[in-house]
């Protein structure tokens, strides 16, 4: 029997931490399998097309002198198609993986640790296109505040990282009314929030430099960085079928690994809801009294 995890109830800044990867080291295993049946075909589509447009990309470059015609197999039209198809499946498997991390959550919260995948499922799909609509916005903010330098981008990061969570655990609200109280909630605990997703994303850069090790010392060695011999002939390195399997494996792998800033947006949104609206005090309190009236 796993242990179930209260979410609706305030957490200081080590607790939010243990509650993520403690969530993520109980429901692992349920949780992947619900990730693979509801998101799974759209990963492996981006997987597919982040390997077809590494190798058109890397073939468009092939200056070996010994090749009558260096763009024999790829031309720019193919690299461009690649690069749709790649930005296209991006999308969707973020969104379906996304939704599923948090619906899953959601199922988990309203079923006290009994998870409905049928719902899973049906509410990831009708969330489709809110979703989206709600990543452009995101993308929007983020965009504008990187322009504007760094302190706008610490301020936007806070509510840009729990509005998929508004979304979610608050179904009245559609993609606008989700994104504008995004900055209202955050004002409860703004710095704890913004101290936790600094650190959980130092978390996932320092795992994904690790992911990252194979295929970096791969391509070095394979273009004779290490022996000091750099020969012009082996910057074929990315349209080599080994390094195309290193890069698709580690881009997987990070991918996962981006659903802890998923887990722990979800945990600190249920933070500072319960610390404007007190959710999780007043349905204790309606057990309680419940029970007594039993």
Request: charged letters at 15%; a negative charge; glycine letters at 8%.
């Amino acid at each position: 029997m796993r242990n179930y995890i209260e979410f609706k109830k305030q957490r200081d800044f080590g607790t939010i931490l243990s509650t993520t990867f403690g969530f993520i080291r109980n429901e692992f295993k349920p949780l992947m399998r619900a990730l693979m049946q509801i998101a799974g075909p759209a990963i492996l589509l981006f997987l597919f097309a982040l390997a077809l447009y590494t190798y058109s990309a890397g073939d468009a470059f092939n200056f070996d002198v010994n090749d009558p015609d260096p763009f024999s197999v790829f031309g720019d039209g193919m690299i461009f198609i690649a690069l749709i198809a790649y930005a296209i499946t991006a999308v969707v498997a973020y969104i379906l993986s996304e939704a599923t991390i948090l619906f899953y959550i959601k199922s988990y919260v309203d079923n006290k640790g009994a998870v409905d995948m049928t719902e899973v499922k049906r509410n990831v799909y009708g969330a489709f296109w809110g979703f989206f609509g709600l990543g452009i916005l995101k993308g929007i903010t983020v965009f504008f505040s990187l322009l504007l330098c760094i302190l706008p981008v610490f301020y936007a990061m806070v509510p840009m990282t729990i509005v998929f969570s508004i979304y979610v655990f608050e179904r009245r609200r559609g993609a606008t009314d989700s994104y504008s109280h995004s900055f209202y909630l955050v004002n409860e605990d703004f710095w704890l929030a913004l101290g936790t997703i600094i650190v959980l994303g130092l978390i996932f850069y320092a795992l994904n430099m690790v992911i990252a090790i194979p295929t970096v010392i791969y391509t070095y060695a394979k273009m004779g960085i290490f022996s000091g011999e750099i020969d012009p002939a082996n910057f074929d390195t990315f349209t080599d079928p080994f390094y195309i399997l290193l890069n698709v494996v580690g881009t997987l792998f990070q991918f996962l690994l981006s659903f802890i800033i998923t887990v722990g947006g979800a945990v600190i949104y249920f933070h500072l809801n319960e610390k404007r609206n007190f959710t999780g005090t007043y349905e204790s309190i309606s057990n309680i009294g419940g029970h007594i009236e039993d």
